[in-house]
């Protein structure tokens, strides 16, 4: 992929301050006076029952917006809720030179039923490429930051600094990560149970704001995720890769903000690319590598022959 300019991080460290104290005060204003607090005519399904959106989204994510078109006011700002009104700003991140993409409360189904596991996640895209990450975690009132050009760190709320570094991986066997089979296709969730038993660990806490916070300070092993949006999986990215992990497609491609199919973010590459082989039942086989080649010297109708029998 040619891009016209190299893909940096974007953000002064000013402007970095800036943003978390704006979801910072999202969180105290929007988010936090909400939880436990809901009533039934806060709540409702997107998709299915457990594909909720709440009060607290919706007032999170217009909070957030309108503090990002004051700060950047050219910048592309894709929000999970404004998108659901509009699926078409998704087709615009890959050629927007910034692009912010806000999941307001990430968990959102844990949130709605009394369950801290659940966080804000801003990331910033250049050209499609996850640039900055922020994954904040409103009950503990900390956050974990990473960008291109620097090391994946959690801040806590005195403004302790901690440098995060993943697991050192290791066979399958060995191996704790996160898989949310209840989003796979319905002919992958079978396979796929069946290989649980070959880990230590199988989870899924419903947020991949804490999943990815997990891969990257060396809790958890690794991540994978079939359902792929703009917001859930960009900040998680570039803190994985800032602290030492390997993310990619699963078929091997990289990884961009509108990218479908199989992500998997691991520790390292060499975790990665064991964890790979073990899935490979979930990519594709192309007609190309279906087909046998042919046998030396044969040709439509006749019996290849060896000459170098």
Sequence with gaps: MSLPIAVTAPLTKAQRAQLLT???????????????QLGSHQI?????????????????EAMITRGLQAMFPHALIVGE?????????????????????????????????????????????????????????????????????????????????RRMSTSKGGEIADLQGFIGINLMPKEHQAPMAA??????????????CHEMRMVAQGAMDFALYSKLTPWDQPAGAVAVRQAGGHVAMLDGSEYLG?????????????????????????????????????EKNSFPGEEAVDNDA
Excluded at 29 to 35: G, H, T
Excluded at 280 to 287: C, I, M
Aim: aromatic content about 10%; glycine content about 4%.
């Design 81 to 161: 809720e404004a998108t659901a009104a509009n699926p078409d700003l998704v087709k615009k991140i890959p050629e927007a030179e910034l692009c912010f993409t806000i999941d307001p409360v990430d968990g959102t189904w844990n949130y709605a039923h009394g369950l801290t596991v659940f966080g804000v996640m801003v990331s910033v895209l250049r050209f499609g490429r996850p640039a900055y990450g922020l994954l904040y975690d409103p009950i503990m009132n900390d956050f974990v930051v990473a960008d291109t050009e620097s090391p994946t760190e959690q801040v806590m709320p005195r403004g302790i600094r």
């Design 44 to 60: 409702d399904q997107k998709t299915g029952p457990q594909d909720l959106v709440t009060d607290a989204d919706k007032a999170a």
């Design 258 to 294: 509108d990218s479908t199919g199989y992500l998997l973010a691991a520790c390292n590459e060499a975790t990665w690319t064991k964890l790979r082989d073990h899935f490979a039942f979930l990519v594709p086989v192309t007609e190309a590598e279906s087909t046998p080649a042919p």
């Design 22 to 36: 704006l979801v910072r005060r999202a969180a105290r204003a929007e988010i936090l006076p909400r939880f436990r």
């Design 195 to 208: 290989t649980f038993p070959d880990f230590t660990r199988i989870l899924s806490l419903r947020c991949a």
